[in-house]
């Protein structure tokens, strides 16, 4: 289905030269080709988009149909560099685009846009056999290792190495997470020998570490919680609502993701996090201490909270996990656990697990067509930028956002300093 190409033809100078695969760089391929630039993309995978596949294997969510204010706020401090590259290619356009492919979308009841049949790969069809016919020529097996004396890319190839000359270099290399899948950030290095400023790369959209029993997690890992609200303990930001899963190791998914990046700071500054759970998220304090009140006869205290407020088995057993006996015996405080029960992550996931990461080139680095301030022709673009988002379409948009720009920026940068 992907492109594969031939390791043994090089174009003898690349007008401009893509170094990545994935989403990032078809983008700016594509834009550079409509306006009839000779473009050569290079992956040291065997085929193009492996992370983007990946992606779609539980529902390829491209872009999020919110307000554009909530939109850019997805983005936190990366906000203000972001929210004008973004504005260039937003989320419509990004749908117009998909269309243009031919693939429908549709908005799905938490405001994700998804392709109609939910995949990504006849959406990456469809778009290799566009940008071949627009001239875009790829060479795959090829491992980026710096450049040589004269500025010439080095690429490790099947055939040995070999150093090839571009007039522009478009950079869309990845983050650090699901290295199996192309991005494994060893770049950073290479771009730090280069003195340009790498924030180091974390795990963003990650999984954390919780210290469970051996009981609650050969019962429970696996199970989602449902219908439960979370917020960083002390971070002053309300709570979200939403669900995760119990794994054996800790707590991951949609809620926990939206979180991270407040958790992994919180990790950094106090060497742990803490969750907050509200495990009724529908019901007021006042209603659960007075539940907790009411006469409950013979039952159990377990059958007593299932029948007036519905804990089920998993809330009863993560209250067991993380409260005292005696708190069970008081019913202010046991309400209180209820709607604000901390749980203590001891670290966040490697971030080879991770679903994307953070850190990365700083903006600082860059001018506003995201070109190197300090190297003139060379641009950045997707994960390799030092930014995070959460889960919802607000990575791919960005990704695609930066290629654009930075394409863009290489075409006009190219109008001025051709010979």
Known sequence: MQTKASNSHHPQASIVAIIGGGPAGLMAAETLALQGIAVDVYDAMPSVGRK?????????????????????????????????????????????????????????????????????????????????????????????LGWDEQGQLRFATPDGEVCLPARAQVFALGGGSWARL??????????????????????ANCGFDVNWTAFFKDKFAGQPLLTVAAKVQGSGQPMRKGQFVITESGVEGSLIYALSAALRQQLHSQGKAVLELDLLPDTALEKVQAELEHPRGSRSLSS???????????????????????????????AQAIK????????????????????????????????????????????????????????????????????TGAISWLSQNMD
């Open 182 to 203: 192309g991005s494994d950030g060893a770049w950073v290095s290479l771009l730090r020998q280069r003195g340009l400023d790498v924030a180091d790369l974390q795990p």
């Open 340 to 407: 604000a029960l901390p749980v203590v992550l001891n670290a966040a996931r490697p971030i080879d697990e991770a679903i994307s990461s953070a850190g990365g080139l700083r903006f600082e680095e860059l001018d506003e067509n995201l070109m190197a301030l300090r190297y003139p022709g060379l641009f950045f673009a997707g994960e390799m930028l030092d930014w995070e988002a959460p889960t919802g379409g607000y990575l791919l948009t960005a990704c695609f956002a930066t290629a654009k720009v930075a394409a």
């Open 52 to 144: 983007f596949l990946m992606a779609g294997k539980g529902g390829m969510n491209l872009t999020h149909s919110e307000d554009s204010v909530s939109f850019m706020t997805r983005y936190a401090e990366r906000e203000p560099q972001l929210a004008p590259i973004i504005d260039q290619f937003d989320a419509a356009a990004l749908r117009v685009w998909v269309k243009g492919l031919g693939i429908e979308t549709y908005v799905g009841s938490s405001g994700r846009v998804f392709p109609v049949d939910m995949k990504a790969a006849p959406l990456l069809r469809a778009w290799l056999h566009r940008l071949r016919q627009q001239g875009v020529r790829f060479h795959m097996r090829h491992r980026w």
């Open 304 to 334: 007593h909270l299932k029948s007036r407020l519905g804990l089920d088995a998993l809330k009863m057993a993560l209250l067991h996990e993380c409260l005292d006996k005696t708190d069970f015996a008081q019913a202010p405080i046991l």
